[in-house]
C-alpha cells in the first residue's frame, strides 16, 4: 500500500531549491521536506543538513536514518557523478536522470553528437582541443562565434565572439589560464544563431513526458544584455514566443527523439528535461540541454505550476505520468536576481540582509533565497546570487510593476540587480 504522508529530501541549496522546498512542503501528501546542505530560506520550511552534496554515503546514511521517502536532485552536478545510479542501487526512490543520460549536460559535445544522430535541429558545431585549430574552425565559421567548454561550468563556459579580440581573450580562458579546468580540455565551437532566446521545460517518467512550462531568462549581467554570463538574473513565464504551434513542433522534433533516442541507448530518462532553444524565423535549435531545472527559471515555472508537484514527481517515478493532468495559473510571474556587486566575478559576501520592511511569501508574491545562510539570528550573504524576488500580474507589464515594487522593500550592502527583467517579452 502506498503511503499517505512522504518525508521528501531536496539536493541543492540555491534558488531552485527552495523553490521546490517551498512548493512540496505545501503539499498535503507530504509530512516533512528536508534539505541537504539547504539555505537561509528553506530553513523556514524545511529541516536543513550540512552534507556535502557528493558524499552519497553520508546521504544515504541520512536517508535511511531519517525515514526519506523521495529524493529530489536540484542541481546538474551529483547527477552528473551519478547520484540516481547510486540510490537506485540501494532501493531508494530518487528522481532525476541516471549518469549516462545526464551527459546530455555533462558534456556539449556528447549533446552535439546525440542531436547528430537523432536529427535534432542544432547549430553547426565542431569539436576542438587546441588553439591552432581554433582558428581553423573560425575561418570556415566566421564571426560571431560561440566556444562553449565541454564540462560542467556552472552556466558560465559560454563565450560568444563578436570581434576577433573577444575570440582570442575566450580562448585563452578556455585553454591558457584553465579558467573551468578539465571542463574545457575539449570546447565546441559553433556557429552563432540570431534570433530569441526560449526556455521549454518537461518532466518525464521514462517513456512519456508532460510540459510544465516555458520561460525566457536573463543570462547577461547587465541591463541591455550586456557584460559577462552569469547562471541567470531574471526570468518571466509564460512567453508569447512560445505559441501553440511553435510548442508543437519542439515536442515533436526536439523533446520526442531525445526522449526515444536516449532510452534507444538504454538508459529511459526520468526528472526534468531544461531544453534551452535560440528561435530563428519561427524555427527551434537547440541551444543547450539542461538534465534539471534551470535557475532563476524554476522561480517562475513551479509558483506557476497549480498542479501538484509532488504527485508529478510520484507519478513519474512509477512510470504513470500520462494520465495526470496539468494545470496553470493565469497570471504572469516574474523574478529579479538580487545579486552581491561584483557578481559573476568576485563578490563580497558576509553582509546583513534586511528583508524587515516586506512580508515573506505574502500575496504580492515570494522571496526566494539563493546564497544565504543564517549566522547569530542573522540574516547573510552568502552567494553571488542572493535572493530571487517573484511576483506576478494578469500580464507581464503589472508583474513587472510588482517585482520592482517588492525590491524596492529589500537592502543589503553592495545590492545588484538587472532593471529591465521582462521588457523584451512586452
Known sequence: ????????????????????????????FVEEVHCIPGNGGTLELAKNYDIDIYDFDSIYRYVKEKGIDVIVVGPEGPLNEGIVDFFKDRNIEIFGPDKFASQLEGSKLFARKFMSKNNIPQPKYFECDNIEDAYKIKKDLGLPIVLKADGLASGKGVFICHSEQDFEEALSELFVNKKFGEASDKISIE????????????????????????????????????????????????????????????????????????????????????????????????IEFNVRMGDPETQVVIPRLKTSLFKLIKESIKGKLKDLPIHFSDETYITVVLASKGYPDKYKKGQKISLDKIKQNSGAGFIFHAG?????????????????????????????????????NIKFEGMYYRKDIGQKGL
Not at 2 to 13: F, Y
Not at 381 to 401: D, F, M, P, Q, T
Open 1 to 28: 500500500m502506498e503511503k499517505i504522508m512522504n518525508k521528501v529530501l531536496i539536493i541543492g541549496s540555491g534558488g531552485r531549491e527552495h523553490t521546490l522546498a517551498y512548493k512540496i512542503s505545501n503539499d498535503k
Open 191 to 286: 556557429e552563432c544563431l540570431v534570433g530569441e532566446e526560449l526556455s521549454i521545460f518537461a518532466i518525464c517518467d521514462g517513456s512519456d513526458y508532460k510540459i510544465i512550462g516555458d520561460a525566457q531568462d536573463h543570462k547577461r549581467v547587465f541591463d541591455g544584455d550586456k557584460g559577462g554570463n552569469t547562471g541567470g538574473m531574471g526570468a518571466y513565464s509564460p512567453t508569447k514566443i512560445c505559441t501553440p504551434q511553435l510548442l508543437e513542433n519542439v515536442e515533436n522534433n526536439i523533446i520526442k527523439p531525445t526522449l526515444k533516442g536516449i532510452a534507444d541507448e538504454g538508459h529511459p530518462y526520468l526528472g526534468f528535461l531544461y531544453v534551452g532553444l535560440m528561435i530563428v524565423e519561427e524555427r527551434p535549435y537547440v
Open 372 to 408: 544565504t545562510i543564517y549566522s547569530n539570528s542573522n540574516l547573510l550573504v552568502a552567494g553571488g546570487r542572493v535572493l530571487n524576488v517573484v511576483s506576478y500580474g494578469s500580464n507581464l507589464r503589472n508583474g513587472i510593476k510588482n517585482v520592482y515594487a517588492q525590491i524596492e
